[in-house]
T-cell receptor
Framework: DAKTTQPNSMESNEEEPVHLPCNHS???????IHWYRQLPSQGPEYVIH???SNVNNRMASLAIAEDRKSSTLILHRATLRDAAVYYC?????????????????FGQGTILTVHP | KAGVTQTPRYLIKTRGQQVTLSCSPI?????VSWYQQTPGQGLQFLFE???????NKGNFPGRFSGRQFSNSRSEMNVSTLELGDSALYLC??????????FGSGTRLTVV
């Protein structure tokens, strides 16, 4: 599985935007970029995913570089409930005959602290 | 709709014993994946079941096994428990494609 690199930690103030970066220089053409987050004492929660184009949903936006070697998760207005560990994951959603859908390879993630 | 249910939430076992953990997926989801989370190793993939067949397996010893029933419920078993098996065990279900939904996990402590 292709490797991702994220900062160990980031801090933000409440109601400010947060940009969480992820580098994935060895990404392959069939790798989708997935973001999950894990709140304290909970299992990981899906946030967003994309392949090439920028994506938006009710939780966040995903900006993908043109060469796909990096991406940024954007929380438009951070709240205290957004404090979590954010994981950037690459998954081959098209290759291997669809046999890799259930496997997510987590890195160490970014610990996001939100200050009131 | 109901989420992914894992039972029990907490478990304490003694070294050498075996343990069985249960995961009930979201209704209609046929894929169940299991993960181990420890402070030192983070989240690691154990295995995935789809329609009662193991479809993918992580790099864990044979003491870790699982199965899936016809109703998609899954169990994982760890035999001959070691202290290092103390961890949060998470399962995730999906419809076979796309994102998985995780349960809250089973916290296993081996003493």
């Amino acid at each position: 599985d292709a490797k991702t690199t994220q900062p160990n930690s980031m801090e933000s103030n409440e109601e400010e935007p947060v940009h969480l970066p992820c580098n994935h220089s060895t990404i392959s053409g069939t790798d989708y970029i997935h973001w999950y987050r894990q709140l304290p004492s909970q299992g990981p929660e899906y946030v967003i995913h994309g392949l090439t184009s920028n994506v938006n949903n009710r939780m966040a936006s995903l900006a993908i570089a043109e060469d796909r070697k990096s991406s940024t998760l954007i929380l438009h207005r951070a709240t205290l409930r957004d404090a979590a560990v954010y994981y950037c994951i690459l998954r081959d959603d098209q290759g291997a005959g669809g046999t890799s859908y259930g496997k997510l390879t987590f890195g160490q993630g970014t610990i996001l602290t939100v200050h009131p | 709709k109901a989420g992914v249910t894992q039972t029990p939430r907490y478990l304490i076992k003694t070294r050498g014993q075996q343990v069985t953990l249960s995961c009930s997926p979201i209704s209609g989801h046929r894929s169940v994946s299991w993960y181990q989370q420890t402070p030192g190793q983070g989240l690691q993939f154990l295995f995935e079941y789809f329609s009662e067949t193991q479809r993918n397996k992580g790099n864990f010893p044979g003491r870790f096994s699982g199965r899936q029933f016809s109703n998609s419920r899954s169990e994982m078993n760890v035999s001959t428990l070691e202290l290092g098996d103390s961890a949060l065990y998470l399962c995730a279900s999906s419809n076979g494609q796309g994102a998985g939904t995780f349960g809250s996990g089973t916290r296993l402590t081996v003493v």
